[in-house]
């Protein structure tokens, strides 16, 4: 009998976690540090180097070790500087409220026309959420085109 109740409230405490975990507050933008935080474009009708992706991972860049991509993504052991760190961590800062608030979402038809897609990518205490992204201006939702331009910006500046 005893055990039953030391185990009743042992799955009480890790219940009464992940709820306070699942009630955190959702920023007006910007992603906690915590996360790890992917992103860049790929282009599936393509030979050699297909994609560019990034990593942010504690506070540090990588870049991807893929020539296609793939699920999970893959990236290098070896950081980039801070200087482009710096550079990337602004996609972070300001990532949409939008985006937050509408996980593992499809926008337009990425790469159905050999345009391209965006991909991003948020991992948060083990949850993964994802957006596909079209790479077509006309196929974005308004309340995201800033940032993605903000994106390419940032992917060519790395």
């Known amino acids: 009998m005893k055990q039953l109740l030391y185990v009743s409230l042992l799955l009480l405490v890790f219940a009464s976690c992940e709820k306070e975990r699942a009630q955190r507050p959702i920023k007006e933008t910007g992603l906690p540090e915590s996360v790890v935080f992917s992103f860049g474009v790929s282009r599936g009708f393509c030979v050699g180097e297909c994609t560019k992706f990034y990593s942010i991972t504690n506070e540090q ?50 790469d159905c026309h050999d345009q391209g897609a965006i991909y991003l990518e948020v991992k948060d205490d083990g949850v993964v959420k994802y957006w596909n992204i079209d790479t077509d201006e006309t196929r974005q939702p308004a309340e995201i085109k800033a940032y993605i331009q903000q994106l390419f910006a940032v992917l060519n500046q790395l």
């Open 61 to 110: 860049l990588f870049p991807d070790d893929m020539q296609q991509l793939q699920k999970p993504l893959v990236f290098k052991t070896t950081a980039l500087s801070n200087e482009k760190y710096l550079i990337a961590k602004s996609l972070t800062d300001s990532f949409p409220a939008f985006l937050t608030n509408n996980p593992d979402t499809t926008f337009g038809c990425p």
